[in-house]
C-alpha cells in the first residue's frame, strides 16, 4: 500500500523533505513557509523560514536580536522546528545546533535580499516584549500604517539577526486513517542514517 | 483604532483566551483544536487539545506513556504551547509546570471519555519511536484499516496518560499590517498580571 505523498526508499523520502523545505522558503504560501521554533525554556513561537541550504544542512529565521528567543539561543544553542502541511496532512519535525548571526556577511546578505516591509518590526523602540502603556505595535508614529522607505528602514538592521541550524535529525510523520507513517533521519558519521519508526 | 478580534480591556481579553481555549476543546475544526507542544530538549510536535478548565488555569494533551515527550518532561516537568489561528492571524503562546497523569482519576476519566478511534495508536506495539523493519503504522495486523472496538482498545488504556500543564504565562499576538498587538498575561500571587507589550 503506497502513499502518493512520499517515496519509501529512504534516499526519495529525503529528496522530498529538502524540496519542501526548499518550496517554503520559495513561497509564502507553502505551508512549510512558517513552522514552529521551540528553544530551550521551554518556549514556543511561529517563524517564517527565510533560509534553506541542504549541502549544509542548514535552515534559517529572522529574529530581533532584542527578543526572547535571542536570551534563550545564548543559554542553550540548540533549537526543534517543526513544520506542518494541514492538506497533505504531513508533519516534518527538525532539530539542530544554532549559531547566531549578527553583521556577519550571512546577515548583511538576508537583510539586503529582505523587503522593507518585513523590515518594519526591527524599528519598533524597546525591542520585543518591551512594556507599552496601552495595545500598541511600538513603531515609530510616521510608520504605523504605511511601509517604511529603504532608507527608513536602515536602522533596524542593528536589531537583525539570523537564526541559522545545522540540522542532525528530521522526523517525518504522514498521517493516515489506515495507519500513520513515520521515519527519522539522524546525520551520524557524515551521512543521514535512516530509521523507519512508529508513529 | 480599536480591533474587532479582542477588547482592549485585559480582563475582557483574557476572557477571550479562554473562550477560544474552550472551543478548540469542543470542536475539531476550531484554529485551537490543535497547538505546537514544546518540551525540554528542546523538542516540538503538534497535540490535539483535549481538556480545558479555566478555574485550575489548567489545559491537557494526552500521551503515550513511551514517546519521548514523556522522557522529556520527566527530565523538565515545564512545557510552552503555541496555538494559531490562521484566518484571524491570532497567536496564543502559553507555559506552566506539567503533571503527567496515568491510572489516576484523571487519566481514567480522559481514557473513558475518548473515543475508540483515537484510542488505537495506543496499541502499537513498541509505543511511539520504536524501530520497525519497514513504513508501517505497528499496529496489530488486524487493526490496520479499522477501528478498535471498545474491547480491542482496553489494553491502550496502559501506556495512556494525561499531560496537565498549569499555567502560568500567556502572550497574545494579534497580527495586523496596520502594526500588531500583543499583551502578556502572568500568573502572581494569585491573579493575572497584564501587560501590553510590543509585537
Request: glycine share 8%; hydrophobic share 40%; aromatic share 8%.
Amino acid at each position: 500500500m503506497s502513499d502518493p505523498r512520499f517515496p519509501e526508499d529512504p534516499d526519495g523520502l529525503l529528496d522530498e523533505i529538502w524540496r519542501r523545505l526548499e518550496a517554503g522558503v520559495a513561497s509564502a504560501g507553502h505551508p512549510f513557509h512558517t513552522a514552529a521554533l521551540a528553544t530551550f525554556g521551554p518556549d514556543v513561537r511561529t517563524v517564517v523560514l527565510r533560509r534553506v541550504e541542504r549541502d549544509l544542512r542548514r535552515i534559517c529565521c529572522h529574529t530581533d536580536l532584542r527578543s526572547r528567543k535571542v536570551v534563550q539561543l545564548e543559554q542553550d544553542a540548540t533549537a526543534a522546528w517543526m513544520f506542518y502541511d494541514a492538506e497533505d496532512r504531513v508533519q516534518l519535525r527538525a532539530r539542530g545546533a544554532v549559531a547566531l548571526h549578527a553583521t556577519d556577511a550571512l546577515a548583511r546578505a538576508q537583510w539586503a535580499a529582505s523587503r522593507p516591509g518585513s523590515r518594519r518590526c526591527y524599528l519598533s523602540a524597546g525591542g520585543p516584549g518591551a512594556a507599552l502603556p496601552s495595545p500598541g505595535s511600538g513603531l515609530p508614529d510616521g510608520l504605523l500604517d504605511r511601509r517604511p522607505s529603504e532608507a527608513e528602514s536602515a536602522p533596524g538592521e542593528a536589531n537583525f539577526a539570523v537564526v541559522a541550524c545545522e540540522l542532525t535529525e528530521l522526523d517525518w510523520l504522514a498521517l493516515d486513517s489506515r495507519g500513520h507513517r513515520r521515519a527519522r533521519f539522524t546525520w551520524q558519521e557524515g551521512g543521514w542514517q535512516h530509521a523507519w519508526i512508529t508513529p
